[in-house]
């Protein structure tokens, strides 16, 4: 007799993944973050916070591989993120930003979770790119100096959390093999992938921009959470933990925004929460989206501040919305058995 699945769901929502709490890793990041924003906060351009956010996100990147290879990794994915970062802010100079938002935010997820395929990138998957350019397409008044400013900002937070990273000990994970990418990107299993991630934001964006319920990238981000887990029933794990984390901390940005903090108290709960989610987040997903969700929520606070109830209500609908989407796109586009053929005997 076959297990339930909400049983097994509940035993995967019970069980906290293997590994010591590293303090360390979580320290090099929090520091990547907090050091810029700071830095804005001191020259009170907080408006700037998002370019610098998203540079400083390389530190999250290669955590536990040894220190050259985690460096190399890291200047890879700090292209990645600037480059979204720039383009993303380039499109804000367009009068269409919702269209770009959308199709340029779903591009870029797709670019991203292909080159971390090919080089074998640790987390994988195009989310943050997805969330960069998505984000940094918002940008109100934007002109060809912001784009500037969005390059060289992100370019320089970037560098910082790579230095601030090669302190400290090495990691022991094993070198990734290096891969024939040519071979690597003729593979189905990689033009899926490319597909999933396409669609999944695409789609979603698509619907959400259709519904009028603003803020398309959270359901655009969503989609694209369960798409790195390697089984239909994973990603539906994942889904589920993207799910209960977000409400729980929504809870939790319900009741910070409550005391309306400032600019500098949103700064320093942001930082807090970075720090956290790094603790957590290689353990239990759930858990580390109770802290992920304000992280993210606050962040755009410093930004584009808006009434708390519409923050809660849009990012819990968005993210139904897109997890829901996101497990579509994959069911459908889930590898198939093979028909067996029969010969006469």
């Given at each position: ?72 990794q890291q200047v890879q994915v ?156 994973e990603m539906a794990f994942r ?76 990012r819990g609908v968005e993210t ?26």
């Amino acid at each position: 007799m076959t297990t339930p699945l909400f049983r097994l769901l509940a035993a995967d929502l019970r069980r906290v993944g293997p590994g010591a709490v590293n303090g360390l890793t979580a320290t090099r990041v929090g520091i990547a973050v907090a050091v810029p924003l700071l830095t804005l906060v001191a020259l009170d351009r907080l408006e700037w916070s998002a370019f610098c956010a998203f540079g400083a996100f390389a530190a999250i990147y290669g955590r536990t591989l040894p220190r050259r290879v985690r460096a190399v990794q890291q200047v890879q994915v700090s292209l990645a993120l600037v480059t979204a970062v720039t383009t993303g802010t380039m499109a804000a100079l367009s009068p269409h930003q919702t269209f770009w938002i959308v199709v340029g935010g779903s591009l870029a997820a797709m670019i991203m979770a292909v080159l971390a395929d090919v080089w074998q990138w640790k987390p994988p998957g195009g989310l943050f790119a997805v969330f960069a350019f998505s984000v940094c397409a918002t940008q109100a008044d934007a002109t060809c100096a912001t784009v500037l400013i969005a390059a060289a900002l992100g370019a320089a937070s970037a560098a910082f959390a790579i230095l601030v990273c090669s302190i400290g000990p090495a990691g022991t994970d094993p070198v990734p093999q290096r891969r024939d990418v040519r071979a690597h990107l003729a593979d189905p299993a990689t033009v899926r992938h490319a597909v999933r991630h396409l669609l999944a934001p695409l789609l979603t964006g698509s619907v959400a921009v259709a519904l009028d319920i603003g803020h398309p990238y959270w359901g655009m981000v969503a989609s694209i959470v369960p798409l790195t887990s390697p089984s239909m029933r994973e990603m539906a794990f994942r889904g589920a933990h993207r799910l209960i984390g977000t409400a729980l901390g929504l809870g939790l940005t319900a009741a910070i925004l409550a005391f309306h903090p400032g600019e500098v108290a949103l700064v320093v709960v942001i930082i807090a929460a970075q720090f956290l989610t790094e603790l957590i987040v290689m353990r239990h997903y759930a858990l580390a989206l109770v802290f992920i969700t304000p992280l993210a929520l606050l962040m755009g606070q410093l930004v584009h501040p808006l009434p708390a109830g519409d923050v809660v209500t849009q990012r819990g609908v968005e993210t139904l919305l897109g997890v829901a989407i996101g497990l579509a796109v994959a069911w459908a586009t889930r590898r198939r058995p093979q028909a067996k053929s029969f010969s006469p005997q």
